[in-house]
């Protein structure tokens, strides 16, 4: 009777670490963004995942973020749309627009106006822990227009502390 009782503990345990570790709901809507984009004309999408180029990218974005804030991320996904047309451009940022309901947003204080002006805005989901994650930058100018989405657990208190 033991044993029956252990294994079912220790298979319900497994089934709770199974589903805790799926992707989020941001994290499925960016590999939709990326499927809907990834063949249209002038547009760059770029997806990085553990043994398909990510530690690379991490160790050069150490130099620029940071390494205690890379140490969570688990892939990275960038879009590159600065030479797609002005319809495609506009319907990406309705995408991106959806994080509103699904992520906090955050916006620069020095954010200029989009007539062709830089314009910057980043999404996260902040939990009570003191981890950030489905860490979201879009950034656009006159000469560049990308996406970067990184997903895990990235832990704040870490980089406030230090």
Known sequence: ?????????LSIMT?????????????????????????????????????????IVKMMLNQ?????FMKGVTSIIIIDFSEAKEQTRKELN???????TM??????????DSAGKEKTRGFAYVSDDGTISDFLFAS??????MLMYMAGNINVKDLVND
């Open 1 to 9: 009777m033991k044993k029956i009782v252990l294994l079912f503990a």
């Open 15 to 55: 089934m709770t670490f199974g589903y805790a570790q799926g992707p989020s709901k941001a994290e499925v809507k960016m590999k939709e963004i990326v499927a809907k984009y990834e063949k249209v004309a002038g547009v760059d999408c770029t997806v990085l995942e553990k043994g398909s180029g990510l530690g």
């Open 64 to 68: 620029q973020i940071g390494k205690d």
């Open 94 to 100: 309705q995408d991106i627009d959806t994080f509103k």
């Open 103 to 112: 992520l906090q947003e955050f916006k620069s204080d020095d954010d200029k």
């Open 140 to 145: 656009e100018d006159s000469e560049s227009k």
